[in-house]
């Protein structure tokens, strides 16, 4: 069981180049999230998806657009590269509730080091 | 947004001593968990515990959900345990706030 898995795990960019991360999960969640960690801090959450076909905004967007037309699959594009992006991905998944109210824990996956020259 | 406050930021360990950090939030919550960031970046579950406590191994959790306060206790500790250990909450929604992490440095 694979868990989350991201590709690729390394990249290096030049200013406005464009690419795509793919994060893939093999848990049927329902949820499932794009973080950057940037030196010296913790997460902090760009995206996120509550289900196939839909996403959110998290607390740092900006520059970033997500697709989630797969339930196992959530995809992080940079249209046009800044050094400022320059970071660690990482995306998570985790189950809906029964509730639907509560939280259920989040898995992730090993990260994406991207720099942006 | 919700406050996560972690501390100390910083502990040094001699292999074999007992360590307590923590973990304080602003706001009640309704998932917490606790992550280890090994020396390779890779984030590690260690325990999710929004109320009570919880033990794995030489690991243990204990979040008082009234006082907004979680703590992790780490006890005869080894080498493989350094890195950065991570709480992270979420109040009524789904999006995880981190602190920014005690760093554990355990020296043989």
């Known amino acids: 069981n694979a868990g989350v898995t991201q590709t690729p795990k390394f990249r290096v960019l030049k200013t406005g180049q464009s690419m795509t991360l793919l994060c893939a999960q093999d848990?049927?969640?329902?949820?499932m999230y794009w973080y950057r960690q940037d030196p010296g801090m913790g997460l902090r959450l760009i995206h996120y998806?509550?289900?196939?076909?839909?996403?959110a905004k998290g607390e740092v967007p900006d520059g970033y657009n997500v697709s989630r037309l797969k339930k196992q699959n959530f995809l992080l594009g940079l249209e046009s590269a800044a050094p400022s992006q320059t970071s660690v991905y990482f995306c998570?998944?985790?189950?809906?509730?029964?509730?639907?109210?509560?939280?259920?824990?989040?898995?992730f996956g090993d990260g994406t080091r991207l720099s942006i020259l | 947004g919700i406050q996560v406050e972690q501390s100390p930021p910083d502990l040094i360990l001699q292999e074999g001593a007992n360590s307590t950090l923590r973990c304080n939030f602003s706001?009640?919550?309704?998932?917490l968990q606790w992550f280890h960031q090994n020396p390779w970046g890779q984030l590690i579950n260690l325990f999710y515990?929004?109320?009570g406590t919880k033990q794995n191994g030489r690991l243990s959790a204990t979040t008082v959900a009234t006082e907004r306060y979680s703590l992790l206790y780490i006890s005869s500790s080894q080498t493989t345990d350094s890195g950065v250990y991570f709480c992270?909450?979420?109040?009524?929604?789904?999006?995880?706030?981190f602190g920014a992490g005690t760093t554990v440095t355990v020296r043989a």
């Open positions: 998570a998944s985790s189950h809906q509730a029964r509730d639907r109210v509560s939280n259920q824990p989040q898995h």
């Open positions: 515990i929004p109320s």
């Open positions: 992270a909450v979420a109040p009524n929604d789904y999006k995880l706030s």
């Open positions: 998806s509550v289900g196939e076909g839909t996403t």
């Open positions: 706001d009640s919550v309704n998932n």
């Open positions: 848990m049927n969640h329902e949820y």
